[in-house]
């Protein structure tokens, strides 16, 4: 038999409804998606690697979610959700969890030029560091619940993709922040790509 890391969640969607589920990883898939992403053998420097990187990361973890999968399943059947309310309960539960900022080097405050990452550390920010790439993978996060913005997005990426929507992963140097794009008819912030705005 294989173990299962299990975490009950409840949270709330944008119109305060509240929902629960287990998100459940296989202890197995978590040390093959954590084995995986350390015997990367590329360097970041310059996005199209980090592009690369991300894309060979969500390759091998798509097929490793089942378990959240059928809690989704679970939802969307039971409370009869439909295409952008089901989009906004992934997306809510998600972001449900605390933030952990994920590092490649240490969570040392001095070591950093960047305000955000200085300022949060400073004021005992949670960090997780030496992790490669500064990055967990999905099954990684799902297990341990601690991610920052390019390792949710990269999660929502892969299950939003999973239900078929479309979806972007944006990412700005400038703001080094990451962000989830989906093309759906809901106000608020978009960008452009390819002739489809991504909310």
């Keep these: ?64 979610l089942g378990r959240i999968y059928t809690m989704f399943d679970s939802l969307k059947r039971t409370n ?5 309310q089901f989009a906004e309960v992934i997306t809510s539960c998600i972001q449900d969890i605390p933030y952990t900022l994920i590092l490649d080097n240490a969570c040392n405050p001095n070591q950093y030029n960047d305000d955000f990452i200085r300022k949060y ?3 005992g920010g949670k960090c997780e560091g030496y992790v490669k ?7 990684e996060f799902m297990g341990s619940l601690e991610g920052d913005c390019d390792t949710r997005t990269l999660l929502l990426f892969t299950i939003l993709n999973h239900y078929n929507y479309d979806v972007a992963m944006l990412g700005s140097e400038l703001y080094k922040h990451s962000v989830i794009g989906i093309n759906l008819p809901i106000a608020g912030v978009s960008k452009r790509i390819n002739g489809k705005q991504y909310v």
């Design 80 to 84: 009869g959700l439909k295409e952008i």
């Design 133 to 139: 790439f500064g990055l967990f993978s999905p099954t």
């Design 1 to 64: 038999g294989d173990s299962i890391i299990s975490h009950h969640r409840i949270w709330q969607d944008y119109d305060s409804h509240t929902y629960s589920g287990d998100l459940e990883i296989r202890v197995s898939d978590f040390r093959g998606a954590n084995n995986f992403r350390n015997n990367l053998n590329f360097s970041v420097q310059e996005p199209s690697q980090y592009d690369y990187i991300v894309s060979r990361i969500y390759d091998f973890n798509k097929n490793k």
């Design 121 to 123: 550390l400073q004021d």
